[in-house]
Nanobody
Framework: VQLQASGGGLVQAGGSLRLSCAASGGTSSSSTMGWFRQAPGKEREFVAASFRNYGTTSYADSVKGRFTISRDNAKKTVYLQMNSLKSEDTAIYYC???????????????????WGQGTQVTVSS
């Protein structure tokens, strides 16, 4: 399974970006798709996830109400729409996928099997 993340860039505070993550290889529409981020000097943290193809989503408290995760199973692509961006959202954003996750584990990066290369998001204040 390969994941290709794109859509990052430089944006002013209050602006928006949409990240995309296209999967190829052995992934299926029933896999869980997640977004994580890592800022310099900090650990990788959970951002959002779409649990299998059940329509269940989960968000970190820091992004709830501003970010939206969605997926197009036909295209094997997951999106992260980021609105009202803040300087503290600056990080490298990674997408990940796994087919064996249970709902209680979707915020745990260790539960994911495959990772994309990351895309830089920089929010200027």
């Amino acid at each position: 399974v390969q994941l290709q993340a794109s859509g990052g860039g430089l944006v002013q505070a209050g602006g928006s970006l949409r990240l995309s993550c296209a999967a190829s290889g052995g992934t299926s529409s029933s896999s869980t798709m997640g977004w994580f981020r890592q800022a310099p000097g900090k650990e990788r943290e959970f951002v959002a996830a779409s649990f299998r193809n059940y329509g269940t989503t989960s968000y970190a408290d820091s992004v709830k109400g501003r970010f939206t995760i969605s997926r197009d199973n036909a295209k094997k692509t997951v999106y992260l729409q980021m609105n009202s961006l803040k300087s503290e959202d600056t990080a490298i954003y990674y997408c990940a996928t796994g087919s064996r996750l249970i709902l209680s584990s979707i915020r745990n990066p260790q539960a994911y099997d495959y990772w994309g290369q990351g895309t830089q998001v920089t929010v200027s204040s």
